[in-house]
T-cell receptor
Framework: QQQVKQSPQSLIVQKGGISIINCAYENTAFDYFPWYQQFPGKGPALLIAIRPDVSEKKEGRFTISFNKSAKQFSLHIMDSQPGDSATYFCAASSYGGKLIFGQGTELSVKP | DAMVIQNPRYQVTQFGKPVTLSCSQTLNHNVMYWYQQKSSQAPKLLFHYYDKDFNNEADTPDNFQSRRPNTSFCFLDIRSPGLGDAAMYLC?????????????FGQGTRLTVV
């Protein structure tokens, strides 16, 4: 019940295309859903996050879509750039609780 | 400005020789976490401190210990490193108030066991 399932494991997108990464969870107590971006040899960096009281949040080219009834959320990267090539992790937590990470998606944006 | 600082960035230790990794933060966050991340895997939580309260994950080996002498500093001690403990170790902090659990990560320490 504590798991967060992420797909796909890897993704190749052409420059300018849309990258979509999906996550699903079971624990209805989760109330905070961040996405982290990690470059090789670096720590994860918070990209964008959402709470379940909204269905969508947009920051620049990054959008989170949240479906509370389906217990799913996704990250959309519009106009994907080679510099977006990294590993992306979704995560979930409940108040004051620990972050539970998805398995990660390795994104490669081809020029 | 670095907010979560881990030292060293790279650590090489001998099989069975105790090693300590350190983490400091300038955010005054009350929660500090230690994660282990192996190649192409998600970060795995080892333990975390909520203020001074230590919370160990059920599957964290006894070989891993932690100390938090004050709000700003936290240490990860590996008593007898094995080859399987080679990984990136990540420290993170968060302020668990108002329902927020936004976590900030350090750059990590890459541990090699020889």
């Amino acid at each position: 019940q504590q798991q967060v399932k992420q797909s796909p494991q890897s993704l190749i997108v052409q420059k300018g295309g849309i990258s979509i990464i999906n996550c699903a969870y079971e624990n209805t107590a989760f109330d905070y859903f961040p996405w982290y971006q990690q470059f090789p040899g670096k720590g994860p960096a918070l990209l964008i996050a959402i709470r379940p009281d909204v269905s969508e949040k947009k920051e620049g080219r990054f959008t989170i879509s949240f479906n509370k009834s389906a217990k799913q959320f996704s990250l959309h990267i519009m106009d994907s750039q080679p510099g977006d090539s990294a590993t992306y992790f979704c995560a979930a937590s409940s108040y004051g609780g620990k972050l539970i990470f998805g398995q990660g998606t390795e994104l490669s944006v081809k020029p | 400005d670095a907010m979560v600082i881990q030292n060293p960035r790279y650590q090489v230790t001998q099989f069975g020789k105790p090693v300590t990794l350190s983490c400091s933060q300038t955010l005054n966050h009350n929660v500090m976490y230690w994660y282990q991340q192996k190649s192409s895997q998600a970060p795995k939580l080892l333990f975390h401190y909520y203020d001074k309260d230590f919370n160990n994950e059920a599957d964290t080996p006894d070989n891993f210990q932690s100390r938090r002498p004050n709000t700003s500093f936290c240490f990860l001690d590996i008593r007898s490193p094995g080859l399987g403990d080679a990984a990136m170790y990540l420290c993170a902090t968060s302020r668990a108030t108002g329902g927020r659990t936004e976590a900030f990560f350090g750059q990590g320490t890459r541990l090699t066991v020889v």
